[in-house]
């Protein structure tokens, strides 16, 4: 499956058999370096279209090979060996990980996937991580963020937060670099419908 990352399908295929799914941090969560734009962390993460590409499951193309010799289980309460094992399905397979490591992914691209797959529960899980990673700190870079403007839902709710931040200094100010930034060129065409609810928004909340 070219246009989803490798870390993402092995977190379906565990998820699929287990019921458990292990999702990371938004990138946005973490410290920016000085001078970095707002938003530029969010858009990073929204590129991870295929296993190839820049993101947090941006990995190299892993080419799958039958295996044809049967290995002992290393936990007889734990997934199939060959979740674990299966030749060429993860990197260095013999040495010890644990689960969330071998399983973890991005919320935003589980849900990208879920929803081209109708997984609704799985979507739901992957929406609700991703609100859990929401704050003051990112809402902005999020909201504005390409993955954003392609899920009516996730805008919405994220909307929703932006509304509850408005008035907090770190919010204000990544909010006035964005508009700065949109004014100066077309960076965040993409972007439009999240101004336009944000504007109506407050508007109606100073009436």
Same mark, same amino acid.
């Given at each position: 499956?070219?246009?989803?990352?490798?870390?993402?399908?092995?977190?379906?295929?565990?998820?699929?058999?287990?019921?458990?799914?292990?999702? +990371?941090?938004?990138?946005?969560?973490?410290? !920016?370096?000085?001078?970095? *734009? &707002?938003?530029?962390?969010? =858009?990073?993460? @929204?590129?991870?279209?295929?296993?190839? +590409?820049?993101?947090?499951?941006?990995?190299? !193309?892993?080419?799958?090979? *039958? &295996?044809?010799?049967?290995? =002992?289980?290393? @936990?007889?309460?734990?997934?199939?060996?060959?979740?674990?094992?299966?030749?060429?399905?993860?990197?260095?397979?013999?040495?010890?990980?644990?689960?969330? =490591?071998?399983?973890?992914?991005?919320?935003?691209?589980?849900?990208?996937?879920?929803?081209?797959?109708?997984?609704?529960?799985?979507?739901?899980?992957?929406?609700?991580?991703?609100?859990?990673?929401?704050?003051?700190?990112?809402?902005?870079?999020?909201?504005?963020?390409?993955?954003?403007?392609?899920?009516?839902?996730?805008?919405?709710?994220?909307?929703?937060?932006?509304?509850?931040?408005?008035?907090?200094?770190?919010?204000?100010?990544?909010?006035?670099?964005?508009?700065?930034?949109?004014?100066?060129?077309?960076?965040?065409?993409?972007?439009?419908?999240?101004?336009?609810?944000?504007?109506?928004?407050?508007?109606?909340?100073?009436?």
């Amino acid at each position: 499956m070219r246009d989803v990352a490798s870390k993402t399908l092995n977190a379906l295929v565990y998820y699929l058999y287990t019921g458990d799914i292990e999702f +990371a941090t938004l990138r946005s969560v973490k410290a !920016a370096p000085a001078g970095t *734009p &707002a938003g530029t962390s969010a =858009e990073a993460e @929204d590129t991870e279209i295929s296993a190839t +590409a820049e993101g947090p499951d941006s990995v190299p !193309a892993i080419q799958l090979e *039958p &295996a044809f010799e049967l290995i =002992e289980p290393r @936990d007889p309460h734990g997934p199939p060996d060959w979740l674990v094992f299966g030749t060429g399905f993860f990197e260095n397979p013999a040495e010890p990980v644990s689960s969330d =490591e071998l399983y973890s992914c991005s919320p935003k691209s589980m849900y990208r996937f879920a929803d081209m797959l109708e997984l609704d529960e799985l979507r739901q899980r992957a929406f609700e991580a991703i609100m859990s990673n929401l704050s003051k700190e990112n809402i902005i870079e999020e909201v504005f963020s390409k993955f954003t403007s392609r899920y009516p839902e996730v805008l919405e709710m994220e909307i929703r937060l932006l509304n509850t931040m408005r008035n907090e200094k770190e919010v204000q100010d990544a909010l006035a670099a964005i508009i700065q930034r949109m004014v100066a060129g077309g960076e965040f065409s993409h972007a439009g419908d999240a101004l336009s609810k944000f504007v109506l928004i407050m508007a109606g909340s100073r009436q």
